[in-house]
């Protein structure tokens, strides 16, 4: 394949793999019923083939970021992309539930794919069209999952749950072969060949670990037990050293200064809020979906169906990244992270205020990934000309991590609220429903007002300051 025809196809091989992302991050919450009557577990023990998932990747992540960085992208890229394949081969044919456990945790190293591919897209794509690349990189995770929730929902329905992981394997080895052929080899001569940093990596799994244990356990075993209150101590001080030894060190895991700066540290707090409002969203959504009738909110559609409820969000994501690609030229893409979030409140609300219907749900969903489109597009575009390009893989991942915190959030805070707010069975209420909605709603009403204010903000210092014409 010569340089042109290279050039032209690693931006679709680059696009394949980040779907690779979004369908096997699709593997996970529409499936619980089916593990846990296949291994003879209950819910609650079933769930945790979404924290092996979450935990592994928030680990993983940052250390794919870093190792992005460097000169052997390629290599690093297909080495994750094998080690999804062989845990999704593992879940698929997993005979009991450790075993299937070990395979979701594999496939955890699928939130570091797009730090990795936008490494690449960085390094390699003509020097015009990066920033619509990264952001189209950036987006094709939330579009992949609105397209990976209805075909996990249709495989799962006409077959089993083994054959959605199937599936799964299927896509990735399919990706392993594109980006084999199609991304540049390597090693990248412009990367530097830096030292690892074993012991910011080791501080920051721990913390980060006990953090999201912590987060995602808090619900079941009593915010206020032993283990949990436990868990938060060891993490706190864990993390209070990570931060410490990063700031010492010349070449730290992920380089904190680079995190205060205004366009990034804009961008990671957008990504924890809205990545808790989304996942609020996405799941209760679900929830409502799957439900029976007689709870009062539910619309009793069966898996095969209720995928089909974040279908919208595909839609809109798509169709938001095309409109950013536009607009971001004459209005600059700083702009599109508060609108983004403006338009993800006015998703909540909708969601918040009607959800008894599945058309309202489906609008919702559509309004959600128009507005999930447009911020997520504009955050690792605001981190790609904000930082070094030898630490854009490290600053990406950490924006990833802290979706993947936000998500986490979003689910021990619904989680807690439903429990707090449960019948009689122990199924969520009509009052839980609407309580959790409205979070998810608030969430997104905040950060918008202070994206806005703080777009006037920076705008009336770019007036006062600019230098006056005298004629």
């Known amino acids: 394949m010569n340089t042109a025809t290279t050039r032209n196809a690693l931006l679709p091989a ?3 793999a980040a779907l690779a992302t979004a369908i096997v991050s699709s593997l996970g919450m529409l499936l619980v019923p089916s593990i846990a ?3 003879n577990v209950d819910v609650a023990t079933a769930q945790w083939m979404l ?5 592994a990747g928030a680990v993983a992540t ?11 992208k390629k290599r690093l890229l297909l080495l994750s992309l094998g080690i999804m394949f062989i845990g999704s081969v593992l879940a698929a044919a997993a005979q009991n539930f450790e075993l299937f456990l070990i395979g979701r945790a594999l496939q955890g190293l699928s939130y570091g794919i797009v730090p990795i591919t936008i490494s690449i897209a960085r390094r390699y794509v003509e020097k015009g069209k990066i920033q619509p690349a990264i952001s189209t990189l950036s987006v094709t995770v939330a579009s992949g999952i609105g397209i990976g929730y209805p075909l996990t929902g249709i495989i799962a329905g006409l077959f089993d749950y083994s054959f959605a992981f199937w599936f ?3 896509f990735v080895l399919a990706t392993i072969i594109v980006v084999w052929k199609v991304v540049p080899a390597g090693p990248d001569s412009q990367a530097e060949s830096r030292p690892f940093d074993y012991l910011g990596t080791l501080l920051l799994t721990l913390g980060l670990g006990s953090l999201l244990l912590a987060i995602s356990e808090g619900p079941k075993w009593g915010w206020g037990s032993m283990p949990i209150l436990a868990l938060l101590i060891f993490a706190s001080i864990i993390l209070a050293v990570w931060v410490l030894v990063e700031n010492k060190l010349e070449h730290p895991l992920i380089n904190l200064r680079t995190l205060k700066q205004g366009e990034v540290l804009l961008a990671n707090i957008s990504a924890i809020a809205l990545g808790a409002a989304l ?3 996405m799941s209760v959504s679900s929830l409502v ?3 029976d009738e007689s709870t009062g909110y539910g619309l009793a559609l069966p898996v095969f169906w209720a995928g089909f409820v974040i279908f919208p969000l595909s839609v809109g994501s798509f169709a938001a990244n095309r409109i950013v690609r536009t607009l971001a030229k004459k209005v600059g893409i700083q702009i599109m992270l508060p609108i983004g979030a403006i338009i993800m409140s006015l998703a909540g609300t909708l969601l918040w205020l009607l959800h008894s219907e599945l058309w309202e749900i489906l609008i919702s969903m559509l309004v959600f990934g128009l507005g999930m489109g447009a911020s997520y597009a504009a955050m690792p575009a605001l981190i790609a000309r904000s930082v070094a390009v030898k630490e854009l893989g490290s600053s990406v991942s950490f924006n990833q991590v802290l979706r993947t915190v936000g998500s986490s959030f979003g689910t021990a805070i619904s989680s807690a609220i439903l429990a707090t707010h449960a019948g009689l069975n122990g199924e969520a209420t009509p009052s839980g429903i609407n309580m959790t909605f409205m979070l998810g709603a608030v969430l997104c009403i905040a950060l918008g007002a202070a994206l806005l204010v703080n777009s006037a903000i920076r705008t009336s210092r770019t007036t006062y300051s600019a230098p006056l014409r005298v004629d």
């Open 289 to 291: 979906a799957q439900a």
């Open 14 to 16: 680059l696009v394949f």
């Open 51 to 55: 924290t092996v998932n979450l935990l």
């Open 62 to 72: 940052p250390i794919l970021g870093r190792l992005s960085d460097g000169p052997h």
């Open 37 to 39: 009557a296949q291994f």
């Open 168 to 170: 799964g394997a299927a």
């Open 279 to 281: 996942y609020i969203g």
